[in-house]
């Protein structure tokens, strides 16, 4: 429950989880716990507009407005366009917030509470409907909510109502939307426009301690084995749900499958006398889709220095046909691999004009995508420790995160030709004289 005003005991507004308000991953707060939150407009951090601007948010919580600046007619401030920007997903945001080191982040929806709360049963089907939209009291796009997927681990990621976030910045909804247009219209964060209230946090809360693991192999290098080279995937998936078990058989049985065949073929060359010269760590991750908890984990207490690691490659989903392809397309998506190192990039691009000849699709790394996937697998927390990555993915389809991602649909001629091209560019990776040299940071 949500207490704005009155005091730990009683009294004040109250608002009801589930009806006013959804939390994702761990919750930060134990018990009763009172909240001096911080207002950060919508929680965007660009050139063009921000509102981090001076503000230190390490161990704070924070509240943000879902979705980005707009008119209220479509059009939307950053991409000067009917185009939604990166910064329209709740997950973006979540991410920017953990990384500047918020405790937790509110994003306040424009839903009334009477809407809020049958989307929030059906856990973001609605919600990721395209094209999804409310009329109260300013459209905001909601397929940017993403309820499908975990927040970034280590922070406490809440959506509210518009009721609930009216209270919590002390003004009416309708202020909230005169907010947005004025965002739009100054074309920067209003200043003293929203102020905070503080509140009251009282979570009946028990923990259950689940142990888990990450499973590691490491094929040592020659010459260069202080140097490591990962190559990922996660091996849980979203488990029993009423009685169905999900076999998560692309999602990520065709990652794990690729990383134990790439450890055989490297092990195989090393006995033959053609051992990597820097080392392989092969890694299979626990708690993706938890949060990227596994990655997570492993990027804060890893095997070698993350100085020294010098490329992640992160293979999630690489055994089916999109529906962006035609059955008999040879493609695969790369993710990730100009954003830190050009290198990376060229060396990848080399590696499959070379050996494999896949159709290599860069759709899903502009930033504008409306899927955000380089934030949404284990890649990810390499990447944000400046370590260079490439994702490699054939994409969504309709048995994602559904108990029909079985096995008998998996495309194994395909599944194997993609394993390939991971291969050849690790190969490269570990064999080259130069690490890929870090020489950009785009989002
Ligand atoms: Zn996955």
Not at 167 to 196: H, I, K, M, N, W
Not at 271 to 285: A, V
């Amino acid at each position: 429950m949500v207490r704005v005003g009155g005091t730990a005991g009683g009294g004040g507004q109250e608002f009801e989880a589930g009806r006013h308000f959804v939390g994702f991953g761990p919750s930060p707060f134990t018990s009763v716990t009172k909240v001096e939150p911080v207002f950060l407009g919508f929680g965007i951090e660009t050139d063009k507009y921000n509102d981090y601007a001076g503000q230190d948010v390490r161990g704070k919580d924070v509240i943000v407005l879902q979705g980005e600046p707009t008119d209220g007619r479509g059009h939307f401030l950053l991409s000067g366009s009917k185009q939604e920007s990166e910064w329209s997903t709740a997950f973006r945001k979540a991410a920017l917030a953990r990384d500047k080191g918020a405790r937790s982040i509110l994003m306040i929806t424009f839903a009334p509470s009477s809407s809020f709360s049958l989307m929030a049963d059906g856990m973001g089907e609605a919600l990721t409907e395209p094209g999804y939209e409310l009329t109260a009291p300013v459209r905001q796009p909601l397929s940017g909510l993403m309820l499908n997927d975990a927040p970034p681990s280590g922070l406490g990621t809440y959506l509210t109502s518009l009721e609930l976030g009216a209270a919590l910045l002390g003004a009416t909804p309708e202020a909230l939307g005169q907010y947005v247009f004025g965002s739009y219209t100054t074309q920067r964060p209003p200043q003293d426009a929203l102020r905070p209230q503080s509140f009251w946090i009282v979570v009946p809360q028990t923990r259950t301690e689940l142990a888990s693991e990450n499973v590691l192999g490491l094929l040592e290098g020659s010459d260069k084995k202080d140097e490591v080279l990962v190559i990922s995937a996660h091996y849980d998936h979203v488990g029993i749900q009423r009685d169905t078990i999900f076999n998560g058989a692309d999602d990520d049985g065709s990652g794990t499958s690729a990383v134990l065949e790439l450890a055989q073929a490297f092990v195989q060359a090393k006995k033959e006398g053609r051992g990597p010269r820097r080392s392989i760590l092969f890694l299979l991750n626990a708690g993706e889709e938890r949060g990227l908890l596994g990655s997570d984990y492993y990027t804060g207490h890893p095997v070698l220095p993350l100085a020294q690691t010098v490329t992640d490659l992160n293979i999630d989903m690489i055994g089916r046909t999109d529906p962006r392809h035609s059955p008999t397309d040879r493609y695969i998506y790369l993710i990730g691999s100009d954003k830190l190192s050009s290198q990376l990039h060229a060396l990848s691009e080399t590696a499959n004009d070379r050996y494999v000849r896949l159709k290599l699709d860069y759709f899903y790394n502009d930033p504008n995508d409306q899927e955000h996937l380089y934030y949404r697998s284990d890649h990810y927390n390499f990447a944000r420790h400046g370590i260079p990555v490439i994702f490699y993915t054939s994409g969504l389809h309709s048995d994602y995160h559904k108990a029909t991602d079985d096995v008998e649909k998996i495309e194994f001629d395909k599944l194997a030709e993609r394993a390939r091209l991971v291969f050849y560019t690790a190969w490269e990776v570990a064999n080259r004289e130069q690490r890929p040299v870090v020489d950009s940071n785009k989002p």
